[in-house]
């Protein structure tokens, strides 16, 4: 009979229980070291939710701050094209129908294109072109920074990503983004020239002369600054020096004052110059021999010597053309 077998019976039960206790205890350190840990990682996670809150807090106002800027532009934009609208309509008045002049609102995107051509070559030109012309800059800018931004711009969702994928990879992209924003497009001014009494045509489609009398007649409208011409008569017909220059001359020599250098009498003299001042070459430069009005002896018989040829040369043609019997 083993004496032993009560001593080992209680032995195995206390050891039971130690081992239970050991097993427990270190279960509840485990727990306690995981619950401290979730505990830091708890405190991690709310200081990171805090910060994004006020990230995100500060992105709302500065988004909103942006969207007031970007509807502030597009008032300024449409202000100005209204002020030039209405100032070729008065321009138009003015030129007594020899001019028609209009403005196009934001036709001319090329800053904008020009900008996404140097940052995106993997999209074609006139996708590009597409982008710059259906959404105005600082719009795309927008759009560009925030894909939930809600604009009606008549693109293609692929073609936007594409560039925004571009753009926000940039190192720059602040920089190309501030660029966008004031590559606002430009309005352009329309000038059409009346060929004939009903017929208007295009400034850049009609012949140099009438460029130039177009040009002449615009910069002869308004304005109350000295206007210095050199030789207008050049490219411009006879009918046209009469119609175009010196009758517009003559209506407003006493609002500004015009300079002339001519070799036509009906500039310098018809319409009615309040001085004339001659000059005769003297190698590299001008000499002035006489000054004054028409009035006086010697300018009269410099200005029929420059400008008819002499006097025989004016008496013919006066003869010629039987002034006297009219």
């Known amino acids: 009979m083993d004496s032993l077998k009560p001593w080992r019976e209680e032995f195995a039960d206390v050891k039971a229980k130690y081992d239970n206790y050991i097993s427990e205890t270190g279960t509840r350190k485990s727990l306690s070291s995981k619950r401290d840990g979730m505990k830091r990682r708890l405190s991690e996670v709310e200081r990171e939710l805090q910060e994004a809150t006020e990230i995100s807090g500060e992105w709302k106002s500065e988004w909103g701050k942006a969207i007031d800027i970007a509807d502030k532009l597009d008032g ?23 001019l028609r002049l209009s403005v196009e609102e934001a036709a001319d995107s090329s800053p904008a294109t020009q900008l996404l051509r140097s ?12 982008l710059a012309q259906n959404v105005p800059a600082h719009r795309l800018a927008l759009l560009l920074l925030n894909p939930n931004y809600e604009l009606t711009s008549g693109i293609q969702d692929d073609q936007l990503e594409k560039l925004r994928h571009r753009v926000m990879s940039l190192d720059d992209r602040v920089s190309v983004l501030k660029a966008l924003m004031s590559a606002v497009p430009e309005d352009t001014p329309l000038i059409e020239y009346r060929k004939t009494r009903s017929e208007y045509a295009p400034i850049e489609k009609v012949s140099q002369g009438q460029r130039c009398t177009a040009l002449i007649t615009l910069a002869l409208l ?3 600054a000295p206007v210095i011409i050199d030789q207008p008569e050049d490219s ?18 006493h609002q500004r004052q015009f300079i002339f250098t001519t070799h036509n009498s009906t500039i310098a003299v018809a319409a009615d110059s309040d001085c004339i001042a001659v000059l005769e070459p003297d190698g590299a430069r001008a000499r002035m021999t006489h000054e004054g ?11 029929i010597q420059h400008l008819e040829g002499g006097p025989q040369a004016y008496l013919l043609r006066r003869k010629k053309y039987n002034i006297s019997n009219e």
């Not at 940052?119 to 597409?130: D, F, Y």
């Open 119 to 130: 940052v995106q070559s993997g999209l074609h030109s006139k996708t590009l072109e597409s």
């Open 293 to 303: 009005s028409i009035d006086l002896h010697r300018i009269k018989e410099s200005a």
């Open 76 to 98: 300024a934009l449409s202000d100005r094209y209204n002020a030039r609208f209405a100032k070729a309509e008065d321009l138009t008045k003015l030129s007594e129908g020899v």
């Open 236 to 253: 411009l017909d006879i009918r046209a020096v009469w119609d175009d220059i010196a009758i517009s001359v003559r209506r407003k020599k």
């Open 222 to 224: 308004e304005g109350s």
